[in-house]
């Protein structure tokens, strides 16, 4: 597809079970960014993938939350035994590689809203 | 430390007037880039324009202009001739260049700009 693609785009959960939220980034995009947005705040940065490594780790809020990427394709956030306080909207974005220039935007899915109840 | 401020949670503006969204961004990088994203109830993260910190010229696009201090590391948001389609929440980002894959992109907490007819 054009954009980058979020699956599922709404998930209620029960509270202690896992959950997979996907991402599918804009093709040719090498770097991939998960984040997080509760209710009318701002965005938490989760982690960074350049490829399918992670050198940026340092978001997850917990040994709960992992995350992978197969491919330097499409990645999965992984929250197991969720908690109440998970419930947000978990936002992928992707970009060119950054390089030594800074100006290549990040662009966003429609992110996976995910209640926990 | 916050790197991306933004001083204003709410602003309100006046149908096609212009209004300026505050951000002031803190980096010891030479280089890097700053972004604002438009995020309207809907949820998703719109870009709308992007400094560089080597460029000489204030970024436009369309209505949008970006007011770039860099001594006084600050990027405000202009946006001329408000319309109501643009009452949404407004997040100012930043993106340092660095010479391994370290990049991350650094949001602010956002203003709600509520224009009114």
């Known amino acids: 597809g054009a954009g980058v693609s979020q699956s599922p785009s709404n998930k209620v959960t029960e509270k202690g079970k896992d959950v997979e939220l996907r991402c599918d980034p804009i093709?040719?995009?090498?770097?991939l960014y998960w984040y997080r947005q509760s209710l009318g705040q701002g965005l938490e940065f989760l982690i960074y993938f350049q490829g399918n490594s992670a050198p940026d780790k340092s978001g997850l809020p917990s040994d709960r939350f992992s995350a992978e990427r197969t491919g330097g394709s499409v990645s999965t956030l992984t929250i197991q035994r969720t908690q109440q306080e998970d419930s947000a909207v978990y936002l992928c974005?992707?970009?060119?590689?950054?390089?030594?220039?800074?100006?290549?935007?990040?662009?966003f899915g429609e992110g996976s809203w995910l209640t926990v109840v | 430390a916050q790197k991306i401020t933004q001083t204003q949670p709410g602003m309100f503006v006046q149908e096609k007037e212009a209004v300026t969204l505050d951000c002031t961004y803190d980096?010891?990088?030479?280089?890097?880039?700053l972004f604002w994203y438009k995020q309207p109830s809907s949820g998703e993260m719109i870009f709308l324009i992007y400094q560089g910190s080597y460029d000489q010229q204030n970024a436009t696009e369309g209505r949008y202009s970006l007011n770039f201090q860099k001594a006084r590391k600050s990027a405000n948001l202009v946006i001329s001739a408000s319309q109501l389609g643009d009452s949404a929440m407004y997040f100012c980002a930043m993106r340092e260049g660095r010479d391994n894959y370290g990049q991350n992109f650094v949001f602010g907490p956002g203003t709600r700009l509520s224009v009114l007819p």
């Open positions: 093709s040719g995009h090498t770097a």
């Open positions: 974005a992707s970009s060119l590689a950054p390089g030594r220039s800074s100006g290549n935007t990040i662009y």
């Open positions: 980096t010891s990088d030479p280089s890097y880039g």
